[in-house]
């Protein structure tokens, strides 16, 4: 009976990890549809550079908090599961899809890096921490939000082997790397001629 609760709850991360933040916000307060204006993308990001720091903050939040909670709850509900983790995992790849493939905007959504690092981080602290930081670091460095993120997420496959985690997570964060690759690789072909704007 628990595996039909975890099917049901799947579906649930999907239509709460589907709410397109960026969009509402940027409408609701800025006046914008965001995805006619900048790079078109809901992501905080693109909201960020077309209706200020704020509300590219608040997107940020709440597309993080929207995957993160999904995973923590899933956590407790599921507790005594056999396959908790593995559960967890599929639960963090859901949300992130959820946002990259919104049923609410005919599936066009961001590109999933705020909802990726905060899956991580409730999925596992550690990791989710460090790649954080390492996506601040680079960011500084760069300030090209796509080079921080590819380093980020690369970085928490490499800090799961380091910590040992469960296999089940080096293969989530290897699935959500080649997923954040695939949803930068307009971002690549302007790093690559130099045209990529900085933040």
């Not at 099917?7 to 409408?27: D, T």
């Not at 908090?65 to 407790?76: D, S, T």
């Not at 905007?105 to 989710?128: E, Q, R």
């Not at 980020?152 to 080649?178: A, E, G, R």
Request: hydrophobic share 50%; glycine share 8%.
């Amino acid at each position: 009976m628990i595996y039909l609760y975890q099917v049901f709850f799947l579906g649930l991360v999907y239509f709460v990890a589907a709410i397109p933040f960026g969009l509402i916000v940027s409408k609701k307060y800025a006046g914008k549809d965001i995805r006619n204006e900048g790079s078109g993308n809901i992501g905080a990001t693109n909201v960020y550079r077309v209706a200020g720091k704020k509300l590219g903050f608040i997107t940020f939040l709440l597309d993080s908090l929207k995957g993160a909670l999904m995973v923590i709850i899933a956590r407790y509900i599921f507790v005594e599961s056999k396959y908790l983790h593995l559960y967890l995992c599929a639960v963090s790849l859901t949300a992130v899809l959820a946002h990259i493939y919104p049923i609410y905007l005919n599936y066009k959504g961001g590109k999933g890096v705020a909802t990726t690092l905060a899956t991580l981080t409730a999925l596992d602290p550690v990791v989710g921490f460090l790649s954080i930081v390492f996506w601040i670091m680079f960011f500084l460095m760069f300030r090209i939000s796509a080079v921080s993120s590819i380093i980020s997420v690369f970085s928490s496959i490499i800090l799961s082997c380091n910590y040992d985690s469960p296999k089940s997570q080096l293969f989530l964060c290897t699935i959500l790397l080649i997923i954040i690759i695939i949803r930068h690789k307009e971002n690549i072909a302007r790093i690559i001629l130099g045209e990529e704007n900085k933040l």
